[in-house]
C-alpha cells in the first residue's frame, strides 16, 4: 500500500494520532458506518469506518486509512482505538503505544509541520477534531493575545525519593524554560512564568517572571532546587488548586478585560494522599481524627469532593479560564501510583471513576503519565510550543553509514524559517541532517567535544545533549534558498543498526493569520445592504513582527477559517456558519453574517491551513507539498447589540471581598435605550464552599422595568449592581446574570442578554480567635518558641547591602502604550547611573524617589519578610505578586528590592498619568537593563488602571510644605521594634510586631522637613510628578526643584526629596 518511505517507519501527524494512508476509492455512502475485518491492510485487526459521498475513513488498531473519491468535501473522523500487540511495520505495537504515550501530553496546534516519509498531502476533507486540546486553546489564546500565563507547581513530597531519584522532573522543566524562552522571543510573545512547590501546603518559589533569553538562567536556578526538596508528608490536591487558582486571579485581565490566558503545569509522583499524624487536621476536615487510615480516606474523601463537586475547586478553575496541563510522574517501584482523582480533576473525568465538575468545555487540560526523562522532554516539548505542534516519527537506525531506509523526513520551501528538533535514540548513536542535495552534517554524540556553530547547505545549525539519549537540533533559514526534503538519521558507525529512533520536529512558517480592522460588531448584521448591513472586516496574515504578509508570497496553499466561538467554548453552526478564505480571498474585504448571533463576549476563531510547495527528493522523485496543521488564534471579542439597542458590558469583576453580605460594582451602559436588572439568583459556574445564597441585582436606578436607565443615543451611564452572599467562603464566585433592555423605537421587545461575573472571596481573620490561640500559646510555653521564630524573622528582614541604582520617571498611558516624553518609554543613556545612599549595610527602611520602603514580617512565623512602601496618600504597585498591600495601595516587594520596578499614583491626577521607579543591582548589564524597562512597559497599562480603579479622583494631594500627619509614618519616632502600630501585630504596614525602623542606626531621620516655595508644572499637565531624584535623572538639564511632597521628609544626607 502507498504512503510510507523508509522501511518500516510509523509516521504520526501529531501527538497520538493514526497514520493516515491513502487508498484508492472510497467504497463508502454518506453517514455510513460499520466494523468490519481487512486482511491485508489489518493483519486481521479489527476496524472501524465512517463514511462520506466522497471520502471513508477507517480505523485500525494503530492506523486509520483515508480513502479518497474526491478531494474537498467533509469525511467522518473516527477515534483510534489500540489493538492488541501485533507487528506493524517490523516493530512490535506494543513499544509504538509506549512511545506515543510519552508524547501524548500536550497536543499543540502547530505553526508548520514536515513532510515525513513520502506521504503525500492529506486530503482537505479531512476536518480537525470537534473538541480541540486544552493545549490547543491555550496556544491560541497566548497567539491571539500575545501574552500568557503558566504557573509550574511541583510536588515535593518525600516520595520523590523513589519516583524521580534522578530529578527529572526538574531536567525536563530546564528544558521547557529554554524552549519557551526561545519562543517568545522569535514570536514576539509576552509568557510569563511562576513557580511553585506543593506538599501538605503551595509556595511560591519565583512570582511572574517574562520568558526571556536573557533570564532563563535565572528561572533554571530556581527550578534546581526542587532536585533535593523531596521531604513533603502530603500530597494535598485541595491546598496546592485552591492556591494556584487564588495565585492567578491576581493577575491583570487580558486584551479587551477578557480572561487571560493561564495555565498549570501539575507535576506530581502521587495520588491525593495524607500520612497518619495525630492532634492535626485539614481545614475541610474539621474534627477527622488523621491518625487512623480511616480518618485520612474520610479527608481525602472530603477534599476531593471539595474540588469535584459542581462548581467547586475544579469548576472554578475552568470557569477562570485557567487549563490544567497534569503529568504523573511514575517511579521504578513495584507499585503504580494512582492517578485517577489527578486524571478526573484534569481532563473532566476518569475511566471508571465519574466526571469531576459540572464545566466541561472547552476541554479542561489534558493528562499524561511518564516513567523517565526521555518521555518527560518530548511531553514537555509540546508544551513549549504553544499553539504549534511538533509531528512525532518512530523509525529505526543506519548501520555503517546514512540510509534511505531509516530516515526522519520533513519538507521545506522558502515560507518556513525555522526548524527545531528534538530526537532520541541509544548513546552510541550518531544523527546526521542530510539535505536536498544530499549533504550530510554529523552531529556530535555528547561525549564528543561540542561545536558551537555548525552550516549545511548554508542554514545554521545548533544543538545541545538534553540527555544522553536525547538531542535537540535548531535550523535557522539560510540567506539563499532551502526548499527541498531534508532528512534526520541516526547511524550505528559501528554496529549492525538494530536500534530504533524516534523525532518530534517543528517547523515554523513565521506568519500567523490577523484580523487587520477594527470595525464594531453587532448582533442581527447581514451582509445585505440596508440598515443592518455589517461593516467591512479584513482578515489577513501578519509574520512574526506583526506586520503585514501578502498570502501570495507563500509558496503552497493557503487558507483561512473564521469562526464564532462563544462562552463555553462550542462553535454553533446554526447561528454562525464558518467563513473559508480561498489564498486570493485573504486580505480582501468581507462582511459577515450575524443574524442568527445574539450580544455577548465571543472568541473569534481563526484558522490558518497552510501547505508547503512540491518538492523533489535527492533521486528526482515528486515529492509533494506537506499539509501543514491548521494554526490558531483566538481573538477575543464583543458583538454589541441590534441597532437601537443599548451596549452593555460583557462581564463586571466585582472584586474582592473577605467578608458576607454585599458588594458592588459599576455597568457601564451606553444608549440609546433603557436598561434594567432585576434582583435574582445568577447562573453560577463557581460556587465556593458554604457560600450559601447568592443574588444579583440593580441597587437604585435600574432595578426593574418600570425604573430602567433610560440613555440617549451615545450617551454613557452606569447602573450600580449589588451582589449578596448570605455566608462567608473562599474561593471564585463566577457566572452570568441577566440584563434585560429594550429600544426607544420598540418598547415592547425586551432583550435578555448575559454578563459574566466574577467576585474572589476571601475569609477574613478571626481576631478574637487568633488573639485567644496566640496568648494561650505564650502563657503555655509552646509560644516560646514561636516568638522566636518571629525574632528571627524580624532580625533578618531587612534589605541587603547591594549597590542600587535608580531613576524615576514621569510617564503616561496611551491607547496601551507607556510613552515617556511623548515617545515609547525606553531607558536613555543617563539613566540608572547613580547608587541610591542608605546601602552600605543592611537596612530596615530606605527612600527610592518618592517612596520610602520599609521591611516587614507579616502575620506567618515563617518564611522571609517583605519590603512595602509607607503609608502616604500616594497609591503605589511593584512589578512583583503581589503588587501592593493595604488600602490605600502600598507598593509590596521581596527583601531583594533590585531589579524591580514601581509605579506611583497620586488621586488628584489623571487616569493616565504616573511616575515610574526603576530599581536595578549595581551588577545589571544593558540588556538586562533592557528587559526591565520591556516589561514595565508591557505591564505598567494594566497595573497602572487596576491601582487606580478603585481610586476617587477627587482626592486632593498633601498641600505644600505638610509635615506628617496623625499615623504619618514618616513623623517622628524612635526605633522600637514595639513601637505603636494597629491593632494587628503582624499586619502590613507599620503594625508589624517587629516593624521597620528597630535599630538601624542607618535609617534616613523623619522630621517632616520643608519644601521649595514653588514647583514647576508637571510635563503633561495637571500637578507635578514626583521627581527625579538627586543624580540618578535622565538626560537633559538637572530637575528643578521638587513639588510638594505628601509628609515630605529629606533623606539621611539631608538632601530633600
Not at 374 to 392: E, M, N
Not at 920 to 932: F, H, V
Not at 965 to 974: E, L, N, V
Not at 1016 to 1044: E, H, L, M, T, V
Amino acid at each position: 500500500m502507498g504512503g510510507d518511505r523508509g522501511g518500516g517507519s510509523t509516521d504520526r501527524t501529531g501527538v497520538g494520532a493514526p497514520r493516515l494512508v491513502r487508498i484508492r476509492d472510497s467504497g463508502g455512502r454518506l453517514g455510513d458506518r460499520g466494523s468490519r475485518r481487512h486482511r491485508p491492510a489489518c493483519r486481521l485487526h479489527r476496524f472501524r469506518y465512517q463514511a462520506t459521498d466522497q471520502a471513508v475513513l477507517l480505523t485500525t488498531g494503530m492506523d486509520s486509512l483515508l480513502l479518497l473519491g474526491n478531494a474537498g468535501r467533509r469525511a467522518g473522523r473516527c477515534d483510534r482505538r489500540c489493538a492488541a500487540d501485533r507487528l506493524l511495520g517490523g516493530y512490535p505495537m506494543s513499544r509504538l503505544r509506549r512511545v506515543c504515550a510519552a508524547v501524548a501530553l500536550y497536543a499543540v496546534v502547530t505553526l508548520g509541520i514536515l513532510g515525513v516519509g513520502g506521504m503525500g498531502p492529506i486530503a482537505t476533507a479531512v476536518p480537525p477534531p470537534a473538541a480541540a486540546s486544552a493545549i490547543t486553546n491555550y496556544g491560541a489564546c497566548i497567539a491571539g493575545q500575545g501574552t500568557g500565563d503558566l504557573l509550574l507547581m511541583i510536588d515535593e513530597s518525600a516520595s520523590l525519593r523513589q519516583s524521580d531519584p534522578g530529578g527529572a522532573r526538574v531536567t525536563a522543566a530546564k528544558y521547557l524554560i529554554d524552549r519557551l524562552a526561545s519562543y517568545a522571543d522569535r514570536n514576539h510573545l509576552a509568557v510569563d512564568v511562576a513557580i511553585a512547590g506543593f506538599s501538605t501546603d503551595f509556595t511560591v518559589d519565583r512570582g511572574w517572571t517574562p520568558v526571556t533569553p536573557q533570564n532563563a538562567d535565572d528561572l533554571k536556578a530556581v527550578v534546581d532546587r526542587f532536585a533535593n526538596r523531596v521531604d513533603g508528608n502530603d500530597t494535598d490536591y485541595l491546598t496546592a488548586l485552591e492556591a494556584a487558582r487564588a495565585y492567578l486571579a491576581q493577575r491583570p485581565h487580558g486584551t479587551g478585560n477578557a480572561p487571560r490566558c493561564q495555565a498549570i503545569g501539575w507535576f506530581t509522583d502521587g495520588a491525593f494522599d495524607f500520612q497518619n499524624r495525630s492532634g492535626l487536621s485539614v481545614p475541610y476536615a474539621p474534627g477527622v481524627d488523621m491518625s487512623t487510615e480511616a480518618g485520612v480516606a474520610e479527608a481525602v474523601s472530603l477534599g476531593a469532593n471539595q474540588i469535584c463537586r459542581p462548581g467547586g475547586v475544579a469548576d472554578q478553575i475552568r470557569s477562570s479560564g485557567i487549563v490544567i496541563f497534569g503529568v504523573g510522574l511514575v517511579g521504578g517501584g513495584a507499585q503504580t501510583p494512582n492517578f485517577t482523582d489527578m486524571r478526573r480533576i484534569v481532563e473532566g473525568s476518569a475511566a471508571g471513576a465519574g466526571d469531576c465538575g459540572a464545566v466541561k468545555s472547552p476541554k479542561p487540560g489534558d493528562f499524561h503519565e511518564a516513567s523517565d526523562i526521555d518521555q518527560l522532554l518530548f511531553a514537555f516539548d509540546q508544551l513549549s510550543t504553544p499553539g504549534q505542534q511538533p509531528t512525532v516519527h518512530d523509525t529505526g537506525v543506519c548501520a555503517g553509514t546514512v540510509c534511505d531506509t531509516a530516515r526522519h523526513n520533513f519538507t521545506l520551501d522558502d515560507s518556513i524559517d525555522f526548524v527545531d528538533l528534538l530526537a532520541k535514540s541509544d548513546p552510541s548513536l550518531v544523527p546526521y541532517l542530510v539535505s536536498p542535495a544530499n549533504e550530510q552534517l554529523r552531529i556530535p554524540i555528547q561525549n564528543e567535544p561540542h561545536v558551537d556553530q555548525l552550516t549545511i547547505a548554508g542554514a545554521g545549525v545548533t544543538y545541545k545533549w538534553e540527555t544522553a539519549d536525547t538531542v535537540r537540533i535548531s535550523l535557522s533559514k539560510p540567506n539563499a534558498p532551502w526548499s527541498g526534503q531534508w532528512a534526520l538519521t541516526f547511524v550505528d558507525e559501528g554496529g549492525a543498526g538494530t536500534g530504533v529512533s524516534q523525532s518530534s520536529i517543528s517547523l515554523e512558517a513565521g506568519v500567523r493569520p490577523a484580523r487587520l480592522d477594527q470595525a464594531a460588531l453587532a448582533a442581527g448584521q447581514t451582509p445585505a445592504p440596508g440598515p443592518s448591513q455589517s461593516q467591512e472586516l479584513k482578515f489577513g496574515l501578519v509574520d512574526r513582527g506583526g506586520q503585514t504578509k501578502d498570502s501570495s508570497s507563500l509558496l503552497g496553499e493557503v487558507s483561512l477559517t473564521i469562526d464564532l466561538v462563544p462562552p463555553g467554548g462550542v462553535p454553533d453552526p446554526a447561528k454562525f456558519a464558518p467563513v473559508v478564505l480561498s489564498k486570493a480571498e485573504i486580505g480582501q474585504p468581507l462582511r459577515l453574517d450575524l443574524s442568527r448571533v445574539t450580544a455577548g463576549h465571543y472568541d473569534m476563531a481563526l484558522g490558518l491551513k497552510l501547505s508547503t510547495a512540491p518538492t523533489v527528493d535527492s533521486a528526482g522523485a515528486a515529492v509533494p507539498g506537506t499539509e501543514l496543521v491548521t494554526v490558531p488564534i483566538r481573538l477575543p471579542i464583543d458583538i454589541g447589540p441590534a441597532v437601537g439597542y443599548p451596549t452593555i458590558a460583557t462581564a463586571l469583576d466585582f472584586g474582592q471581598s473577605s467578608r458576607a453580605g454585599t458588594v458592588t460594582a459599576k455597568l457601564p451602559v451606553t444608549g440609546p435605550g433603557c436598561v434594567w436588572i432585576e434582583k435574582a439568583t445568577p447562573d453560577l459556574s463557581g460556587n465556593p464552599a458554604g457560600v450559601g445564597a447568592v443574588t444579583v441585582g440593580a441597587q437604585r436606578d435600574g432595578s426593574s422595568r418600570e425604573k430602567c436607565l433610560n440613555l440617549d443615543d451615545g450617551k454613557n451611564g452606569t447602573i450600580d449592581v449589588e451582589l449578596t452572599t448570605e455566608n462567608e467562603a473562599k474561593g471564585a464566585l463566577t457566572g452570568t446574570f441577566v440584563v434585560s433592555s429594550v429600544s426607544n423605537d420598540a418598547p415592547d421587545k425586551v432583550v435578555n442578554q448575559n454578563v459574566n461575573l466574577t467576585l474572589e472571596l476571601t475569609k477574613s481573620l478571626d481576631t478574637q480567635t487568633f488573639w485567644l490561640t496566640l496568648l494561650l500559646a505564650l502563657l503555655l510555653g509552646p509560644g516560646l518558641p514561636l516568638l522566636l521564630l518571629y525574632a528571627a524573622k524580624w532580625l533578618t528582614a531587612r534589605i541587603p547591602a547591594q549597590p542600587l541604582l535608580a531613576v524615576e520617571i514621569p510617564v503616561m498611558i496611551d491607547a496601551g502604550t507607556v510613552l515617556r516624553d511623548g515617545e515609547p518609554f525606553a531607558l536613555r543613556e543617563r539613566d540608572l547611573v547613580d547608587p541610591v545612599p542608605g546601602l552600605h549595610k543592611p537596612t530596615r527602611r530606605l527612600r527610592v524617589g518618592s517612596i520610602e520602603l520599609a521591611t516587614h514580617i507579616g502575620r506567618s512565623p515563617f518564611g522571609s519578610g517583605y519590603v512595602a512602601a509607607q503609608k502616604t496618600m500616594l497609591l503605589s504597585a511593584s512589578s512583583e505578586t503581589p503588587a501592593s498591600i493595604g488600602s490605600p495601595p502600598r507598593a509590596r516587594l521581596p527583601l531583594a528590592i533590585h531589579n524591580k520596578w514601581i509605579v506611583v499614583s497620586d488621586p488628584s491626577w489623571a487616569p493616565d498619568r504616573a511616575a515610574v521607579i526603576l530599581m536595578t543591582s549595581g551588577m545589571t548589564d544593558q540588556t538586562q537593563r533592557d528587559a526591565i524597562a520591556g516589561d514595565l512597559a508591557r505591564r505598567l497599562p494594566a497595573l497602572l488602571a487596576e491601582l487606580r480603579s478603585g481610586t476617587p479622583g477627587s482626592i486632593p494631594a498633601g498641600p505644600a510644605g505638610a509635615g506628617p500627619g496623625i499615623g504619618d509614618p514618616f513623623g517622628p519616632g524612635g526605633g522600637d521594634p514595639f513601637g505603636p502600630g494597629g491593632s494587628d501585630p503582624f499586619g502590613p504596614g507599620g503594625s508589624d510586631l517587629f516593624g521597620p525602623g528597630g535599630g538601624d542606626s542607618h535609617a534616613p531621620a523623619s522630621t517632616g522637613g520643608s519644601v521649595p516655595p514653588s514647583a514647576p508644572p508637571a510635563p503633561f499637565g495637571g500637578p507635578p510628578p514626583p521627581p527625579q531624584y538627586s543624580g540618578a535623572r535622565s538626560d537633559g538639564p538637572p530637575p528643578p526643584p521638587p513639588p510638594p511632597q505628601y509628609g515630605g521628609s529629606p533623606d539621611q544626607q539631608g538632601n530633600q526629596w
